[in-house]
């Protein structure tokens, strides 16, 4: 006895079967079955899945003291050697449901010393595992022909449905199989299956294993069935779970399988139509709010597609995301303080040390508020908050928000990275959004189901409630350019914040929206890379982000996000966002963060000293008597009156300052900025050809001529705003401007010979 325990522990029973795997939606529906590792659909059935009819069936044929013996029958055991000595033929079988689990976990030439070894083997498996488990085992092993294992693969390939909804009718057609799997081939011999388990069901009706009534509504059942494909869903997601969990026989999503169908219909759908402005692919990733549980994974118009490489997953690619970080920079540099949504900012052509960004349009609009810049999605604004705010604290929250190449590209980023100058992925930028949703907390995506539902987990504090507030009412305004001119459904226009973004180039049309409930993002292009004219997130992406969230929340609550108390009204100077001076007579209300934004007064009027004829100013050491008056001008930022400048705008320029004053300005502020050449550049210049270097500076409003030094050496004179062009020699140059007031501004650039 102690020996056999010995062995017992020693040797324990080998129950490691591959199983195919298995991903279900959150409510544990097949979405995706891949193969086993041995190339069969081996499909494991859970102890939930098996009902008492299908328990009872079973056990009425196979083995009907299973829940008695100790994994060996003796009184079969002897019967059946009585009959195979006395008639020198097998004619009945002894083996238990045990002893054929251990047979097709080990299989073996049928010998009789094998059969000692089985039912040791038995005893063993019975010691182990409860009946329950035992009875599992033996119904995911049982053959059911080609490549066909176990009661959950034969459900689903033939039935289309779990073995937890199998009829009587269909239980006893799926227990007499696997004694006979190549004469009774279910879509192939239905007639003879019928027969065979007509007779059973006779059987269990002289039994008395299922009432009368159950038995008779099984014998009229039909038999219609046929081989049907394993199901092939979600199949970018599947294949990522698989990877993920490789070890698991089944993997429980949390994908919505009615949510998903829908999805993976209209992507398809929609790019069928694109296709014919060589718009290839889509992905979309929705994702509930609450939970932050991944509800549809779309990697692709279609998997099996390959025209632009649908086995791509979208939600993964690394992409450009155009101008979808912007809603992340403003609502950071709202909650640093440095700006509200009232605060105006010159969108006009700006030199940021040789990086000259252009809008969409290519056009500029001169002066514009915060809330316009975003909602329009200007470039020149965005630089200049990055700027202001410094491109690290920026990629400081991108990697908060765990933006894996932002990562990697850390060193090599600048300030175009607000225009889409680095690499993101779908689900970092949905994920990105749905912080928004949650009150500025970003929190990590949940692709599985556990066994009791829970809310999205921790996560990072990114940006405040009351940012997160002030970029949702942005956000959420419909009188925007990137509305879709072609949008069908205008007159149903989902109650969502939104922003579009499109790469260089065409190459990526982004759509990113949430309300309480769902944050949906949409990538539309190619995969190959390839730029098409008429690719833009509004044009392109934003049409389908609508139908989606038309399709998944159509009837979506009233409820919409609530103004935090921290966020408070207050009145402003309309002509910059600033708290009014005692000029500002324009005064409009504008949101701010209590004791976080920004208290600067308005300085868009300066007070000068001018003659009666206004054609002289004087300042404060040169002011006359009498024969003077006060006036307000318009205090403009150089590169806006460079702007009004080029574009021939008029403005109110201040008298030239009385000539016959002394004082001498020497102030850093206003002086000249010098836009061209870029300090701390190198040149190189073809000493065969007469190439000039131009020079170009902006100036305050109370400027009128400048003057231009080379290595401290006098160039030229000429008016402010107006370029200079001059041959430079080589080497180290010392670029100098200075204004008619004496203030001034140095760079230094290097000439090279090619």
């Known amino acids: 006895m102690v020996v056999l325990v010995a062995l017992n522990i020693i040797f324990p029973p080998k129950v490691n079967v591959p199983y195919s795997t298995l991903i279900t939606d959150k409510k544990g529906e097949i979405l995706h079955a891949f193969l086993s590792k041995d190339e069969k659909w081996r499909m494991f059935v859970e102890l939930k899945e098996i009902t008492p009819t299908l328990r009872k069936a079973i056990l009425a044929k196979e083995d009907k003291y299973f829940n008695y013996h100790f994994g060996v029958n003796p009184v079969a055991i002897f019967r059946a050697a009585f009959n195979n000595i006395t008639k020198n033929r097998r004619t009945s079988g002894a083996s238990t449901i045990t002893m054929q689990v251990v047979r097709m976990l080990n299989p073996d030439e049928r010998t009789y010393w094998n059969k000692i070894s089985e039912i040791l083997r038995a005893i063993q498996l019975e010691i182990f595992y409860s009946k329950d488990e035992i009875l599992q085992m033996y119904l995911n092993l049982v053959p059911y022909g080609s490549n066909i294992e176990g009661i959950k693969s034969a459900s689903y390939l033939y039935f289309q449905k779990s073995p937890d909804r199998l009829s009587l009718a269909e ?416 005064k409009i209300l504008d949101y701010s963060i209590k004791n976080i934004s920004h208290t600067r007064k308005c300085t868009h009027l300066k007070k000068f000293y001018v003659n009666l004829s206004e054609s002289m100013s004087y300042c404060t050491q040169c002011l006359p008597i009498d024969g003077y008056k006060e006036k307000l001008y318009s205090n403009l930022a150089p590169e806006l009156l460079s702007f009004y400048e080029l574009k021939h705008i008029l403005y109110e320029k201040i008298p030239t300052h009385n000539p016959n004053c002394t004082r001498f300005f020497k102030t850093a502020n206003n002086a000249p900025i010098i836009t061209n050449p870029n300090n701390g550049s190198e040149y190189y210049l073809n000493q065969n050809d007469t190439q000039q270097m131009q020079l170009a500076c902006q100036t305050a409003n109370d400027v009128r001529e400048v003057y231009w030094y080379i290595n401290d050496r006098l160039l030229q004179k000429t008016s402010a705003n107006k370029p200079v062009f001059f041959t430079p020699s080589l080497g180290k140059l010392k670029i100098s401007c200075t204004d008619d007031k004496g203030r001034s501004s140095s760079i230094s650039v290097m000439v090279k010979e090619e």
């Open 171 to 586: 239980v006893t057609t799926l227990a007499i199989i696997p004694n006979r799997p190549t004469s009774l081939r279910l879509g192939t011999k239905n007639p003879l299956i019928v027969e065979e388990r007509n007779k059973w069901l006779k059987r269990f009706q002289l039994a008395k294993v299922f009432d009368n009534q159950l038995i008779s509504d099984a014998l009229r059942e039909p038999l219609t069935v046929a081989r049907h494909e394993a199901p092939k869903d979600a199949p970018h997601l599947s294949l990522r779970l698989k990877k993920q969990f490789t070890d698991e026989a089944i993997i429980h999503s949390s994908v919505s399988k009615a949510t998903q169908t829908k999805v993976e219909q209209m992507v398809a759908n929609y790019v069928n139509r694109t296709r014919a402005m060589n718009i290839n692919n889509a992905a979309v990733l929705v994702i509930n709010n609450e939970t932050m549980q991944v509800e549809a994974y779309v990697g692709s118009a279609g998997f099996n597609d390959k025209l632009d490489g649908g086995q791509v997953d979208g939600v993964q690619a690394i992409r450009s995301p155009g101008s979808a970080l912007k809603p992340l920079l403003y609502a950071t540099a709202f909650d640093k303080g440095i700006i509200t949504p009232k605060n105006i900012i010159n969108d006009v052509p700006t030199n940021f040390n040789g990086f000259e960004p252009e809008n969409f349009d290519r056009k500029f609009n001169g002066k514009v508020s915060v809330e316009f810049a975003l909602a329009n999605s200007l470039n020149i604004p965005a630089v200049k908050v990055v700027k202001d705010l410094s491109k690290t604290t920026l990629i400081e929250q991108l990697k908060k928000a765990d933006f894996q190449t932002v990562k990697k590209q850390e060193k090599d980023l600048g300030l175009s990275i607000v225009l889409g100058g680095c690499g993101v992925t779908l689900e970092e930028m949905t994920q990105l959004y749905a912080a928004f949703a949650n009150n500025g907390n970003w929190k990590k995506l949940n692709f599985i189901t556990p066994l009791s539902s829970r809310r999205g987990a921790g996560g990072e504090v990114l940006i405040s409630p009351s940012a997160t507030y002030l970029i949702t009412e942005i956000l959420a305004q419909i009188k925007r350019p990137d509305l879709p001119n072609n949008f069908d459904y205008t007159y149903r226009l989902p109650k969502i914040a939104w922003k579009t973004g499109t790469s260089f180039g065409r190459r990526d049309a982004w759509s990113i929206g949430y309300n309480k409930k769902y944050t949906v993002g949409v990538w539309v292009g190619n995969f190959s890379g390839e730029g098409v004219p008429e690719l833009s997130g509004a044009e392109i992406a934003t049409p389908l982000l609508f139908q989606i969230f038309n399709t998944i929340d159509y009837n979506t609550s009233s409820v919409w996000f609530r103004q935090p108390k921290e966020v408070v009204s207050r009145q402003v100077c309309a002509e910059s966002g600033d708290l009014p001076s005692e000029y500002c007579s324009n």
